[in-house]
């Protein structure tokens, strides 16, 4: 499970396109690009509001992302009751049922 949240990346651009950051599946930025020229063409304010939509707009993709992979139905595992029912059949009545390490009484 782990390894598969680990997979996700989401880099989703700024409303201008010229910002471009990495987020991971908890949230967290690994990278952030900046178009050449982005620093003069912005000042402080609209350089951060850009930077901080962009971070916004791929946290959320990530988490999209990070629920569409959790909640992935080939994922999940079999229930019990399915697979005892194909060991049975596959065993056939005359087999005796395992212990699983327990002593017998």
Same mark, same amino acid.
């Given at each position: 499970?782990?390894?598969?949240?680990?997979?996700? &990346?989401a880099?989703?651009?700024?409303?201008s396109g010229?910002?471009i950051p990495?987020?991971?599946?908890?949230? #967290?930025?690994?990278?952030?690009?900046l178009a050449?020229?982005?620093?003069a #063409?912005?000042?402080?304010?609209?350089?951060?509001?850009? /930077? &901080?939509?962009a /971070?916004?707009?791929?946290?959320?993709?990530?988490?999209?992302?990070?629920?569409?992979?959790?909640n992935?139905p080939g994922?999940?595992?079999?229930?019990?009751a399915? &697979?005892?029912?194909e060991?049975?059949?596959?065993?056939?009545p005359g087999k005796?049922?395992?212990?699983?390490?327990?002593?017998?009484?």
């Amino acid at each position: 499970m782990r390894e598969r949240t680990e997979e996700i &990346v989401a880099r989703r651009p700024s409303p201008s396109g010229l910002v471009i950051p990495e987020v991971d599946a908890m949230g #967290r930025l690994r990278d952030l690009y900046l178009a050449p020229g982005t620093c003069a #063409r912005f000042g402080n304010r609209e350089l951060a509001d850009e /930077i &901080v939509a962009a /971070i916004a707009e791929s946290a959320a993709d990530a988490r999209r992302q990070y629920h569409l992979r959790m909640n992935d139905p080939g994922d999940r595992p079999r229930p019990i009751a399915e &697979v005892m029912r194909e060991w049975r059949a596959r065993t056939g009545p005359g087999k005796q049922l395992p212990n699983f390490g327990k002593a017998e009484q």
